[in-house]
Each structure stands twice: as C-alpha cells, then as structure tokens.
C-alpha cells in the first residue's frame, strides 16, 4: 500500500483539515460572520421581488383607457397613444397629434411623419426600431400648441411610457415637446443641438418636422443633431 494511502495518514490529514475548518470557522466568527459566504454572483444580484417594477406599455395603455381628463376629448377621433420598439434606446417625443394623426391613431404619419420617416432611413434606422409618441395623446384644435391644463392631464402618461421604455437619448422636436419635457422657457432657437437631460437619460432637442416642411433650409441643423445623437449611441452601444 502507498505510503500517503495507509489509514493512520489518512487520519492524520484529515484531523489537520478538521483542525484548519475550525481555525478558520473561529476567525470569520471573531470577524462577524453569520454563515457561510455565497458565491460573489448570487450576492451582487438584487433578488427578483426586490427589483424596481416598470408598468409594461399595455399597463400604462389600460390606465389611459377611453380617457376624458382633458378638454381634448372632445375633439379626438382616436388617442395616439406612442408606437414602437418596447425597448427602443432611442425614442423621439412631439407635441401633439395632428389631423392625419388623429383620424389613424398613430403618431407622425402626415406629410411631417414622412419626412421623419425619411430622416431615420437616412440614419439607416426603421421606425420599429424607435419609439414616437407625443406631450398629448389628443389633437389640439387647429393644431394649436397644448394648454398647460391639457399637458399636466397627459404628460404623466408619457413620462410612464419613457420609465418603461428607459431609452438611452430621447429626441425632442420643436419647442412644445422640449419645453414641457424639460421643464424650461428656453427658446428652442437656444438649446436645439445642445444635449440636456431628463432625469438620466439623455436629451436632444431638435426642431420639429412640420417645421422643417415649412423651413427647408433648417434641415442640416436637425441632420446634424441626429448626428451627434447616433455618434452617442454607437459609443454606449453596450449600456
Ligand atoms: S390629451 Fe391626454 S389627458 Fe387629454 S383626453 Fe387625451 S389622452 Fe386624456
């Protein structure tokens, strides 16, 4: 038989090994320990119950349900609640619907859809890969600008729709949607191209489409804004 194989040198290492657990068992009680330490990985994980939980969009589209708290309803055909990728990290924010909007039930699909349609082609981007929505899920009369009693009824729904989605940059376009994003008076003509935030996600304000059908000569400036939008999310591909 082996040297290191005969019983009574077995028994010697294995009272050795008894005597090593109970030195160290001695020290981690002497440090505080209460138990055996877990593997790092099961620790670092927060525990699923303890996870913060985001309505899912078909959550906060139950809520809004057939609502009526705002004096748009009265003048809707549908409300256009947002559409587009559940997970988009990029997502873009307007005012209001408008006429085409508003017989369809869908966000930007008039002559200024099809231009932001055409922006994000050339971006090499498909619309179901963004999300769209707007401050108000109803058309203002004329397409006026949203009153602050109709923004503060619905901008909440919004703001659940951007804390489920949690994209990495929202675009903002034209001046309604970035103000009452943003919380702030400043001239769209002053932050369009300068990144703000929303809580911790990053904000491009830029001008809105149906103002660039009007101002063609302003489309660079948007071009390069959704530029420095696209240069960001190339850089954090992996947050
Ligand atoms: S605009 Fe918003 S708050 Fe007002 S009725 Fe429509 S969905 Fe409701």
Redesign the pocket.
């Known amino acids: 038989m082996p040297e290191d194989l005969r019983p009574d040198k077995l028994r010697e290492e294995l009272l050795e090994l008894t005597l090593s657990l109970e030195e160290w068992l001695r020290l981690q009680r002497r440090l505080g320990a209460k138990g055996a330490p877990r593997p790092a990985s099961v620790t670092a994980a927060a525990p699923e119950h303890s996870r913060p939980q985001r309505p899912t969009l078909a959550e906060i589209r139950e809520e ?1 349900g057939d ?4 004096k ?2 009265g003048g ?1 055909t549908h ?1 256009v609640f947002g559409e587009g990728n559940p997970q988009a990290r990029l997502m873009f924010v307007g005012e209001g619907p408008g006429e085409e909007e508003d017989l369809q039930g869908r966000p930007f699909v008039g002559p200024a859809g099809q231009l932001l349609n055409n922006l994000l082609a050339k971006l090499g981007l498909r619309r179901e890969e963004v999300y769209i929505a707007n401050i ?3 058309r203002p009369p004329r397409n006026r600008d949203p009153e602050p009693d ?1 923004v503060a ?2 901008l909440p ?1 919004l703001l659940k729709q951007i804390d489920s989605i949690q994209p990495r940059v929202i675009v903002t376009l034209g001046r309604p949607a970035t103000q009452n994003l943003l919380q702030t008076e400043a001239p769209i003509s002053k932050i369009r191209g300068i990144w703000q935030k929303y809580k911790n996600i990053k904000v491009m304000p830029t001008f809105h489409p149906s103002y660039l059908l009007r101002a063609p000569r302003e489309r660079l400036k948007t071009w390069h804004d959704m530029q420095q939008v696209m240069e960001y999310l190339a850089a954090h591909e992996a947050d």
Do not use: G, S
């Open positions: 809004l609502c009526r708290r705002c748009l309803a809707r409300i108000v899920k109803c109709e009824a619905c729904f």
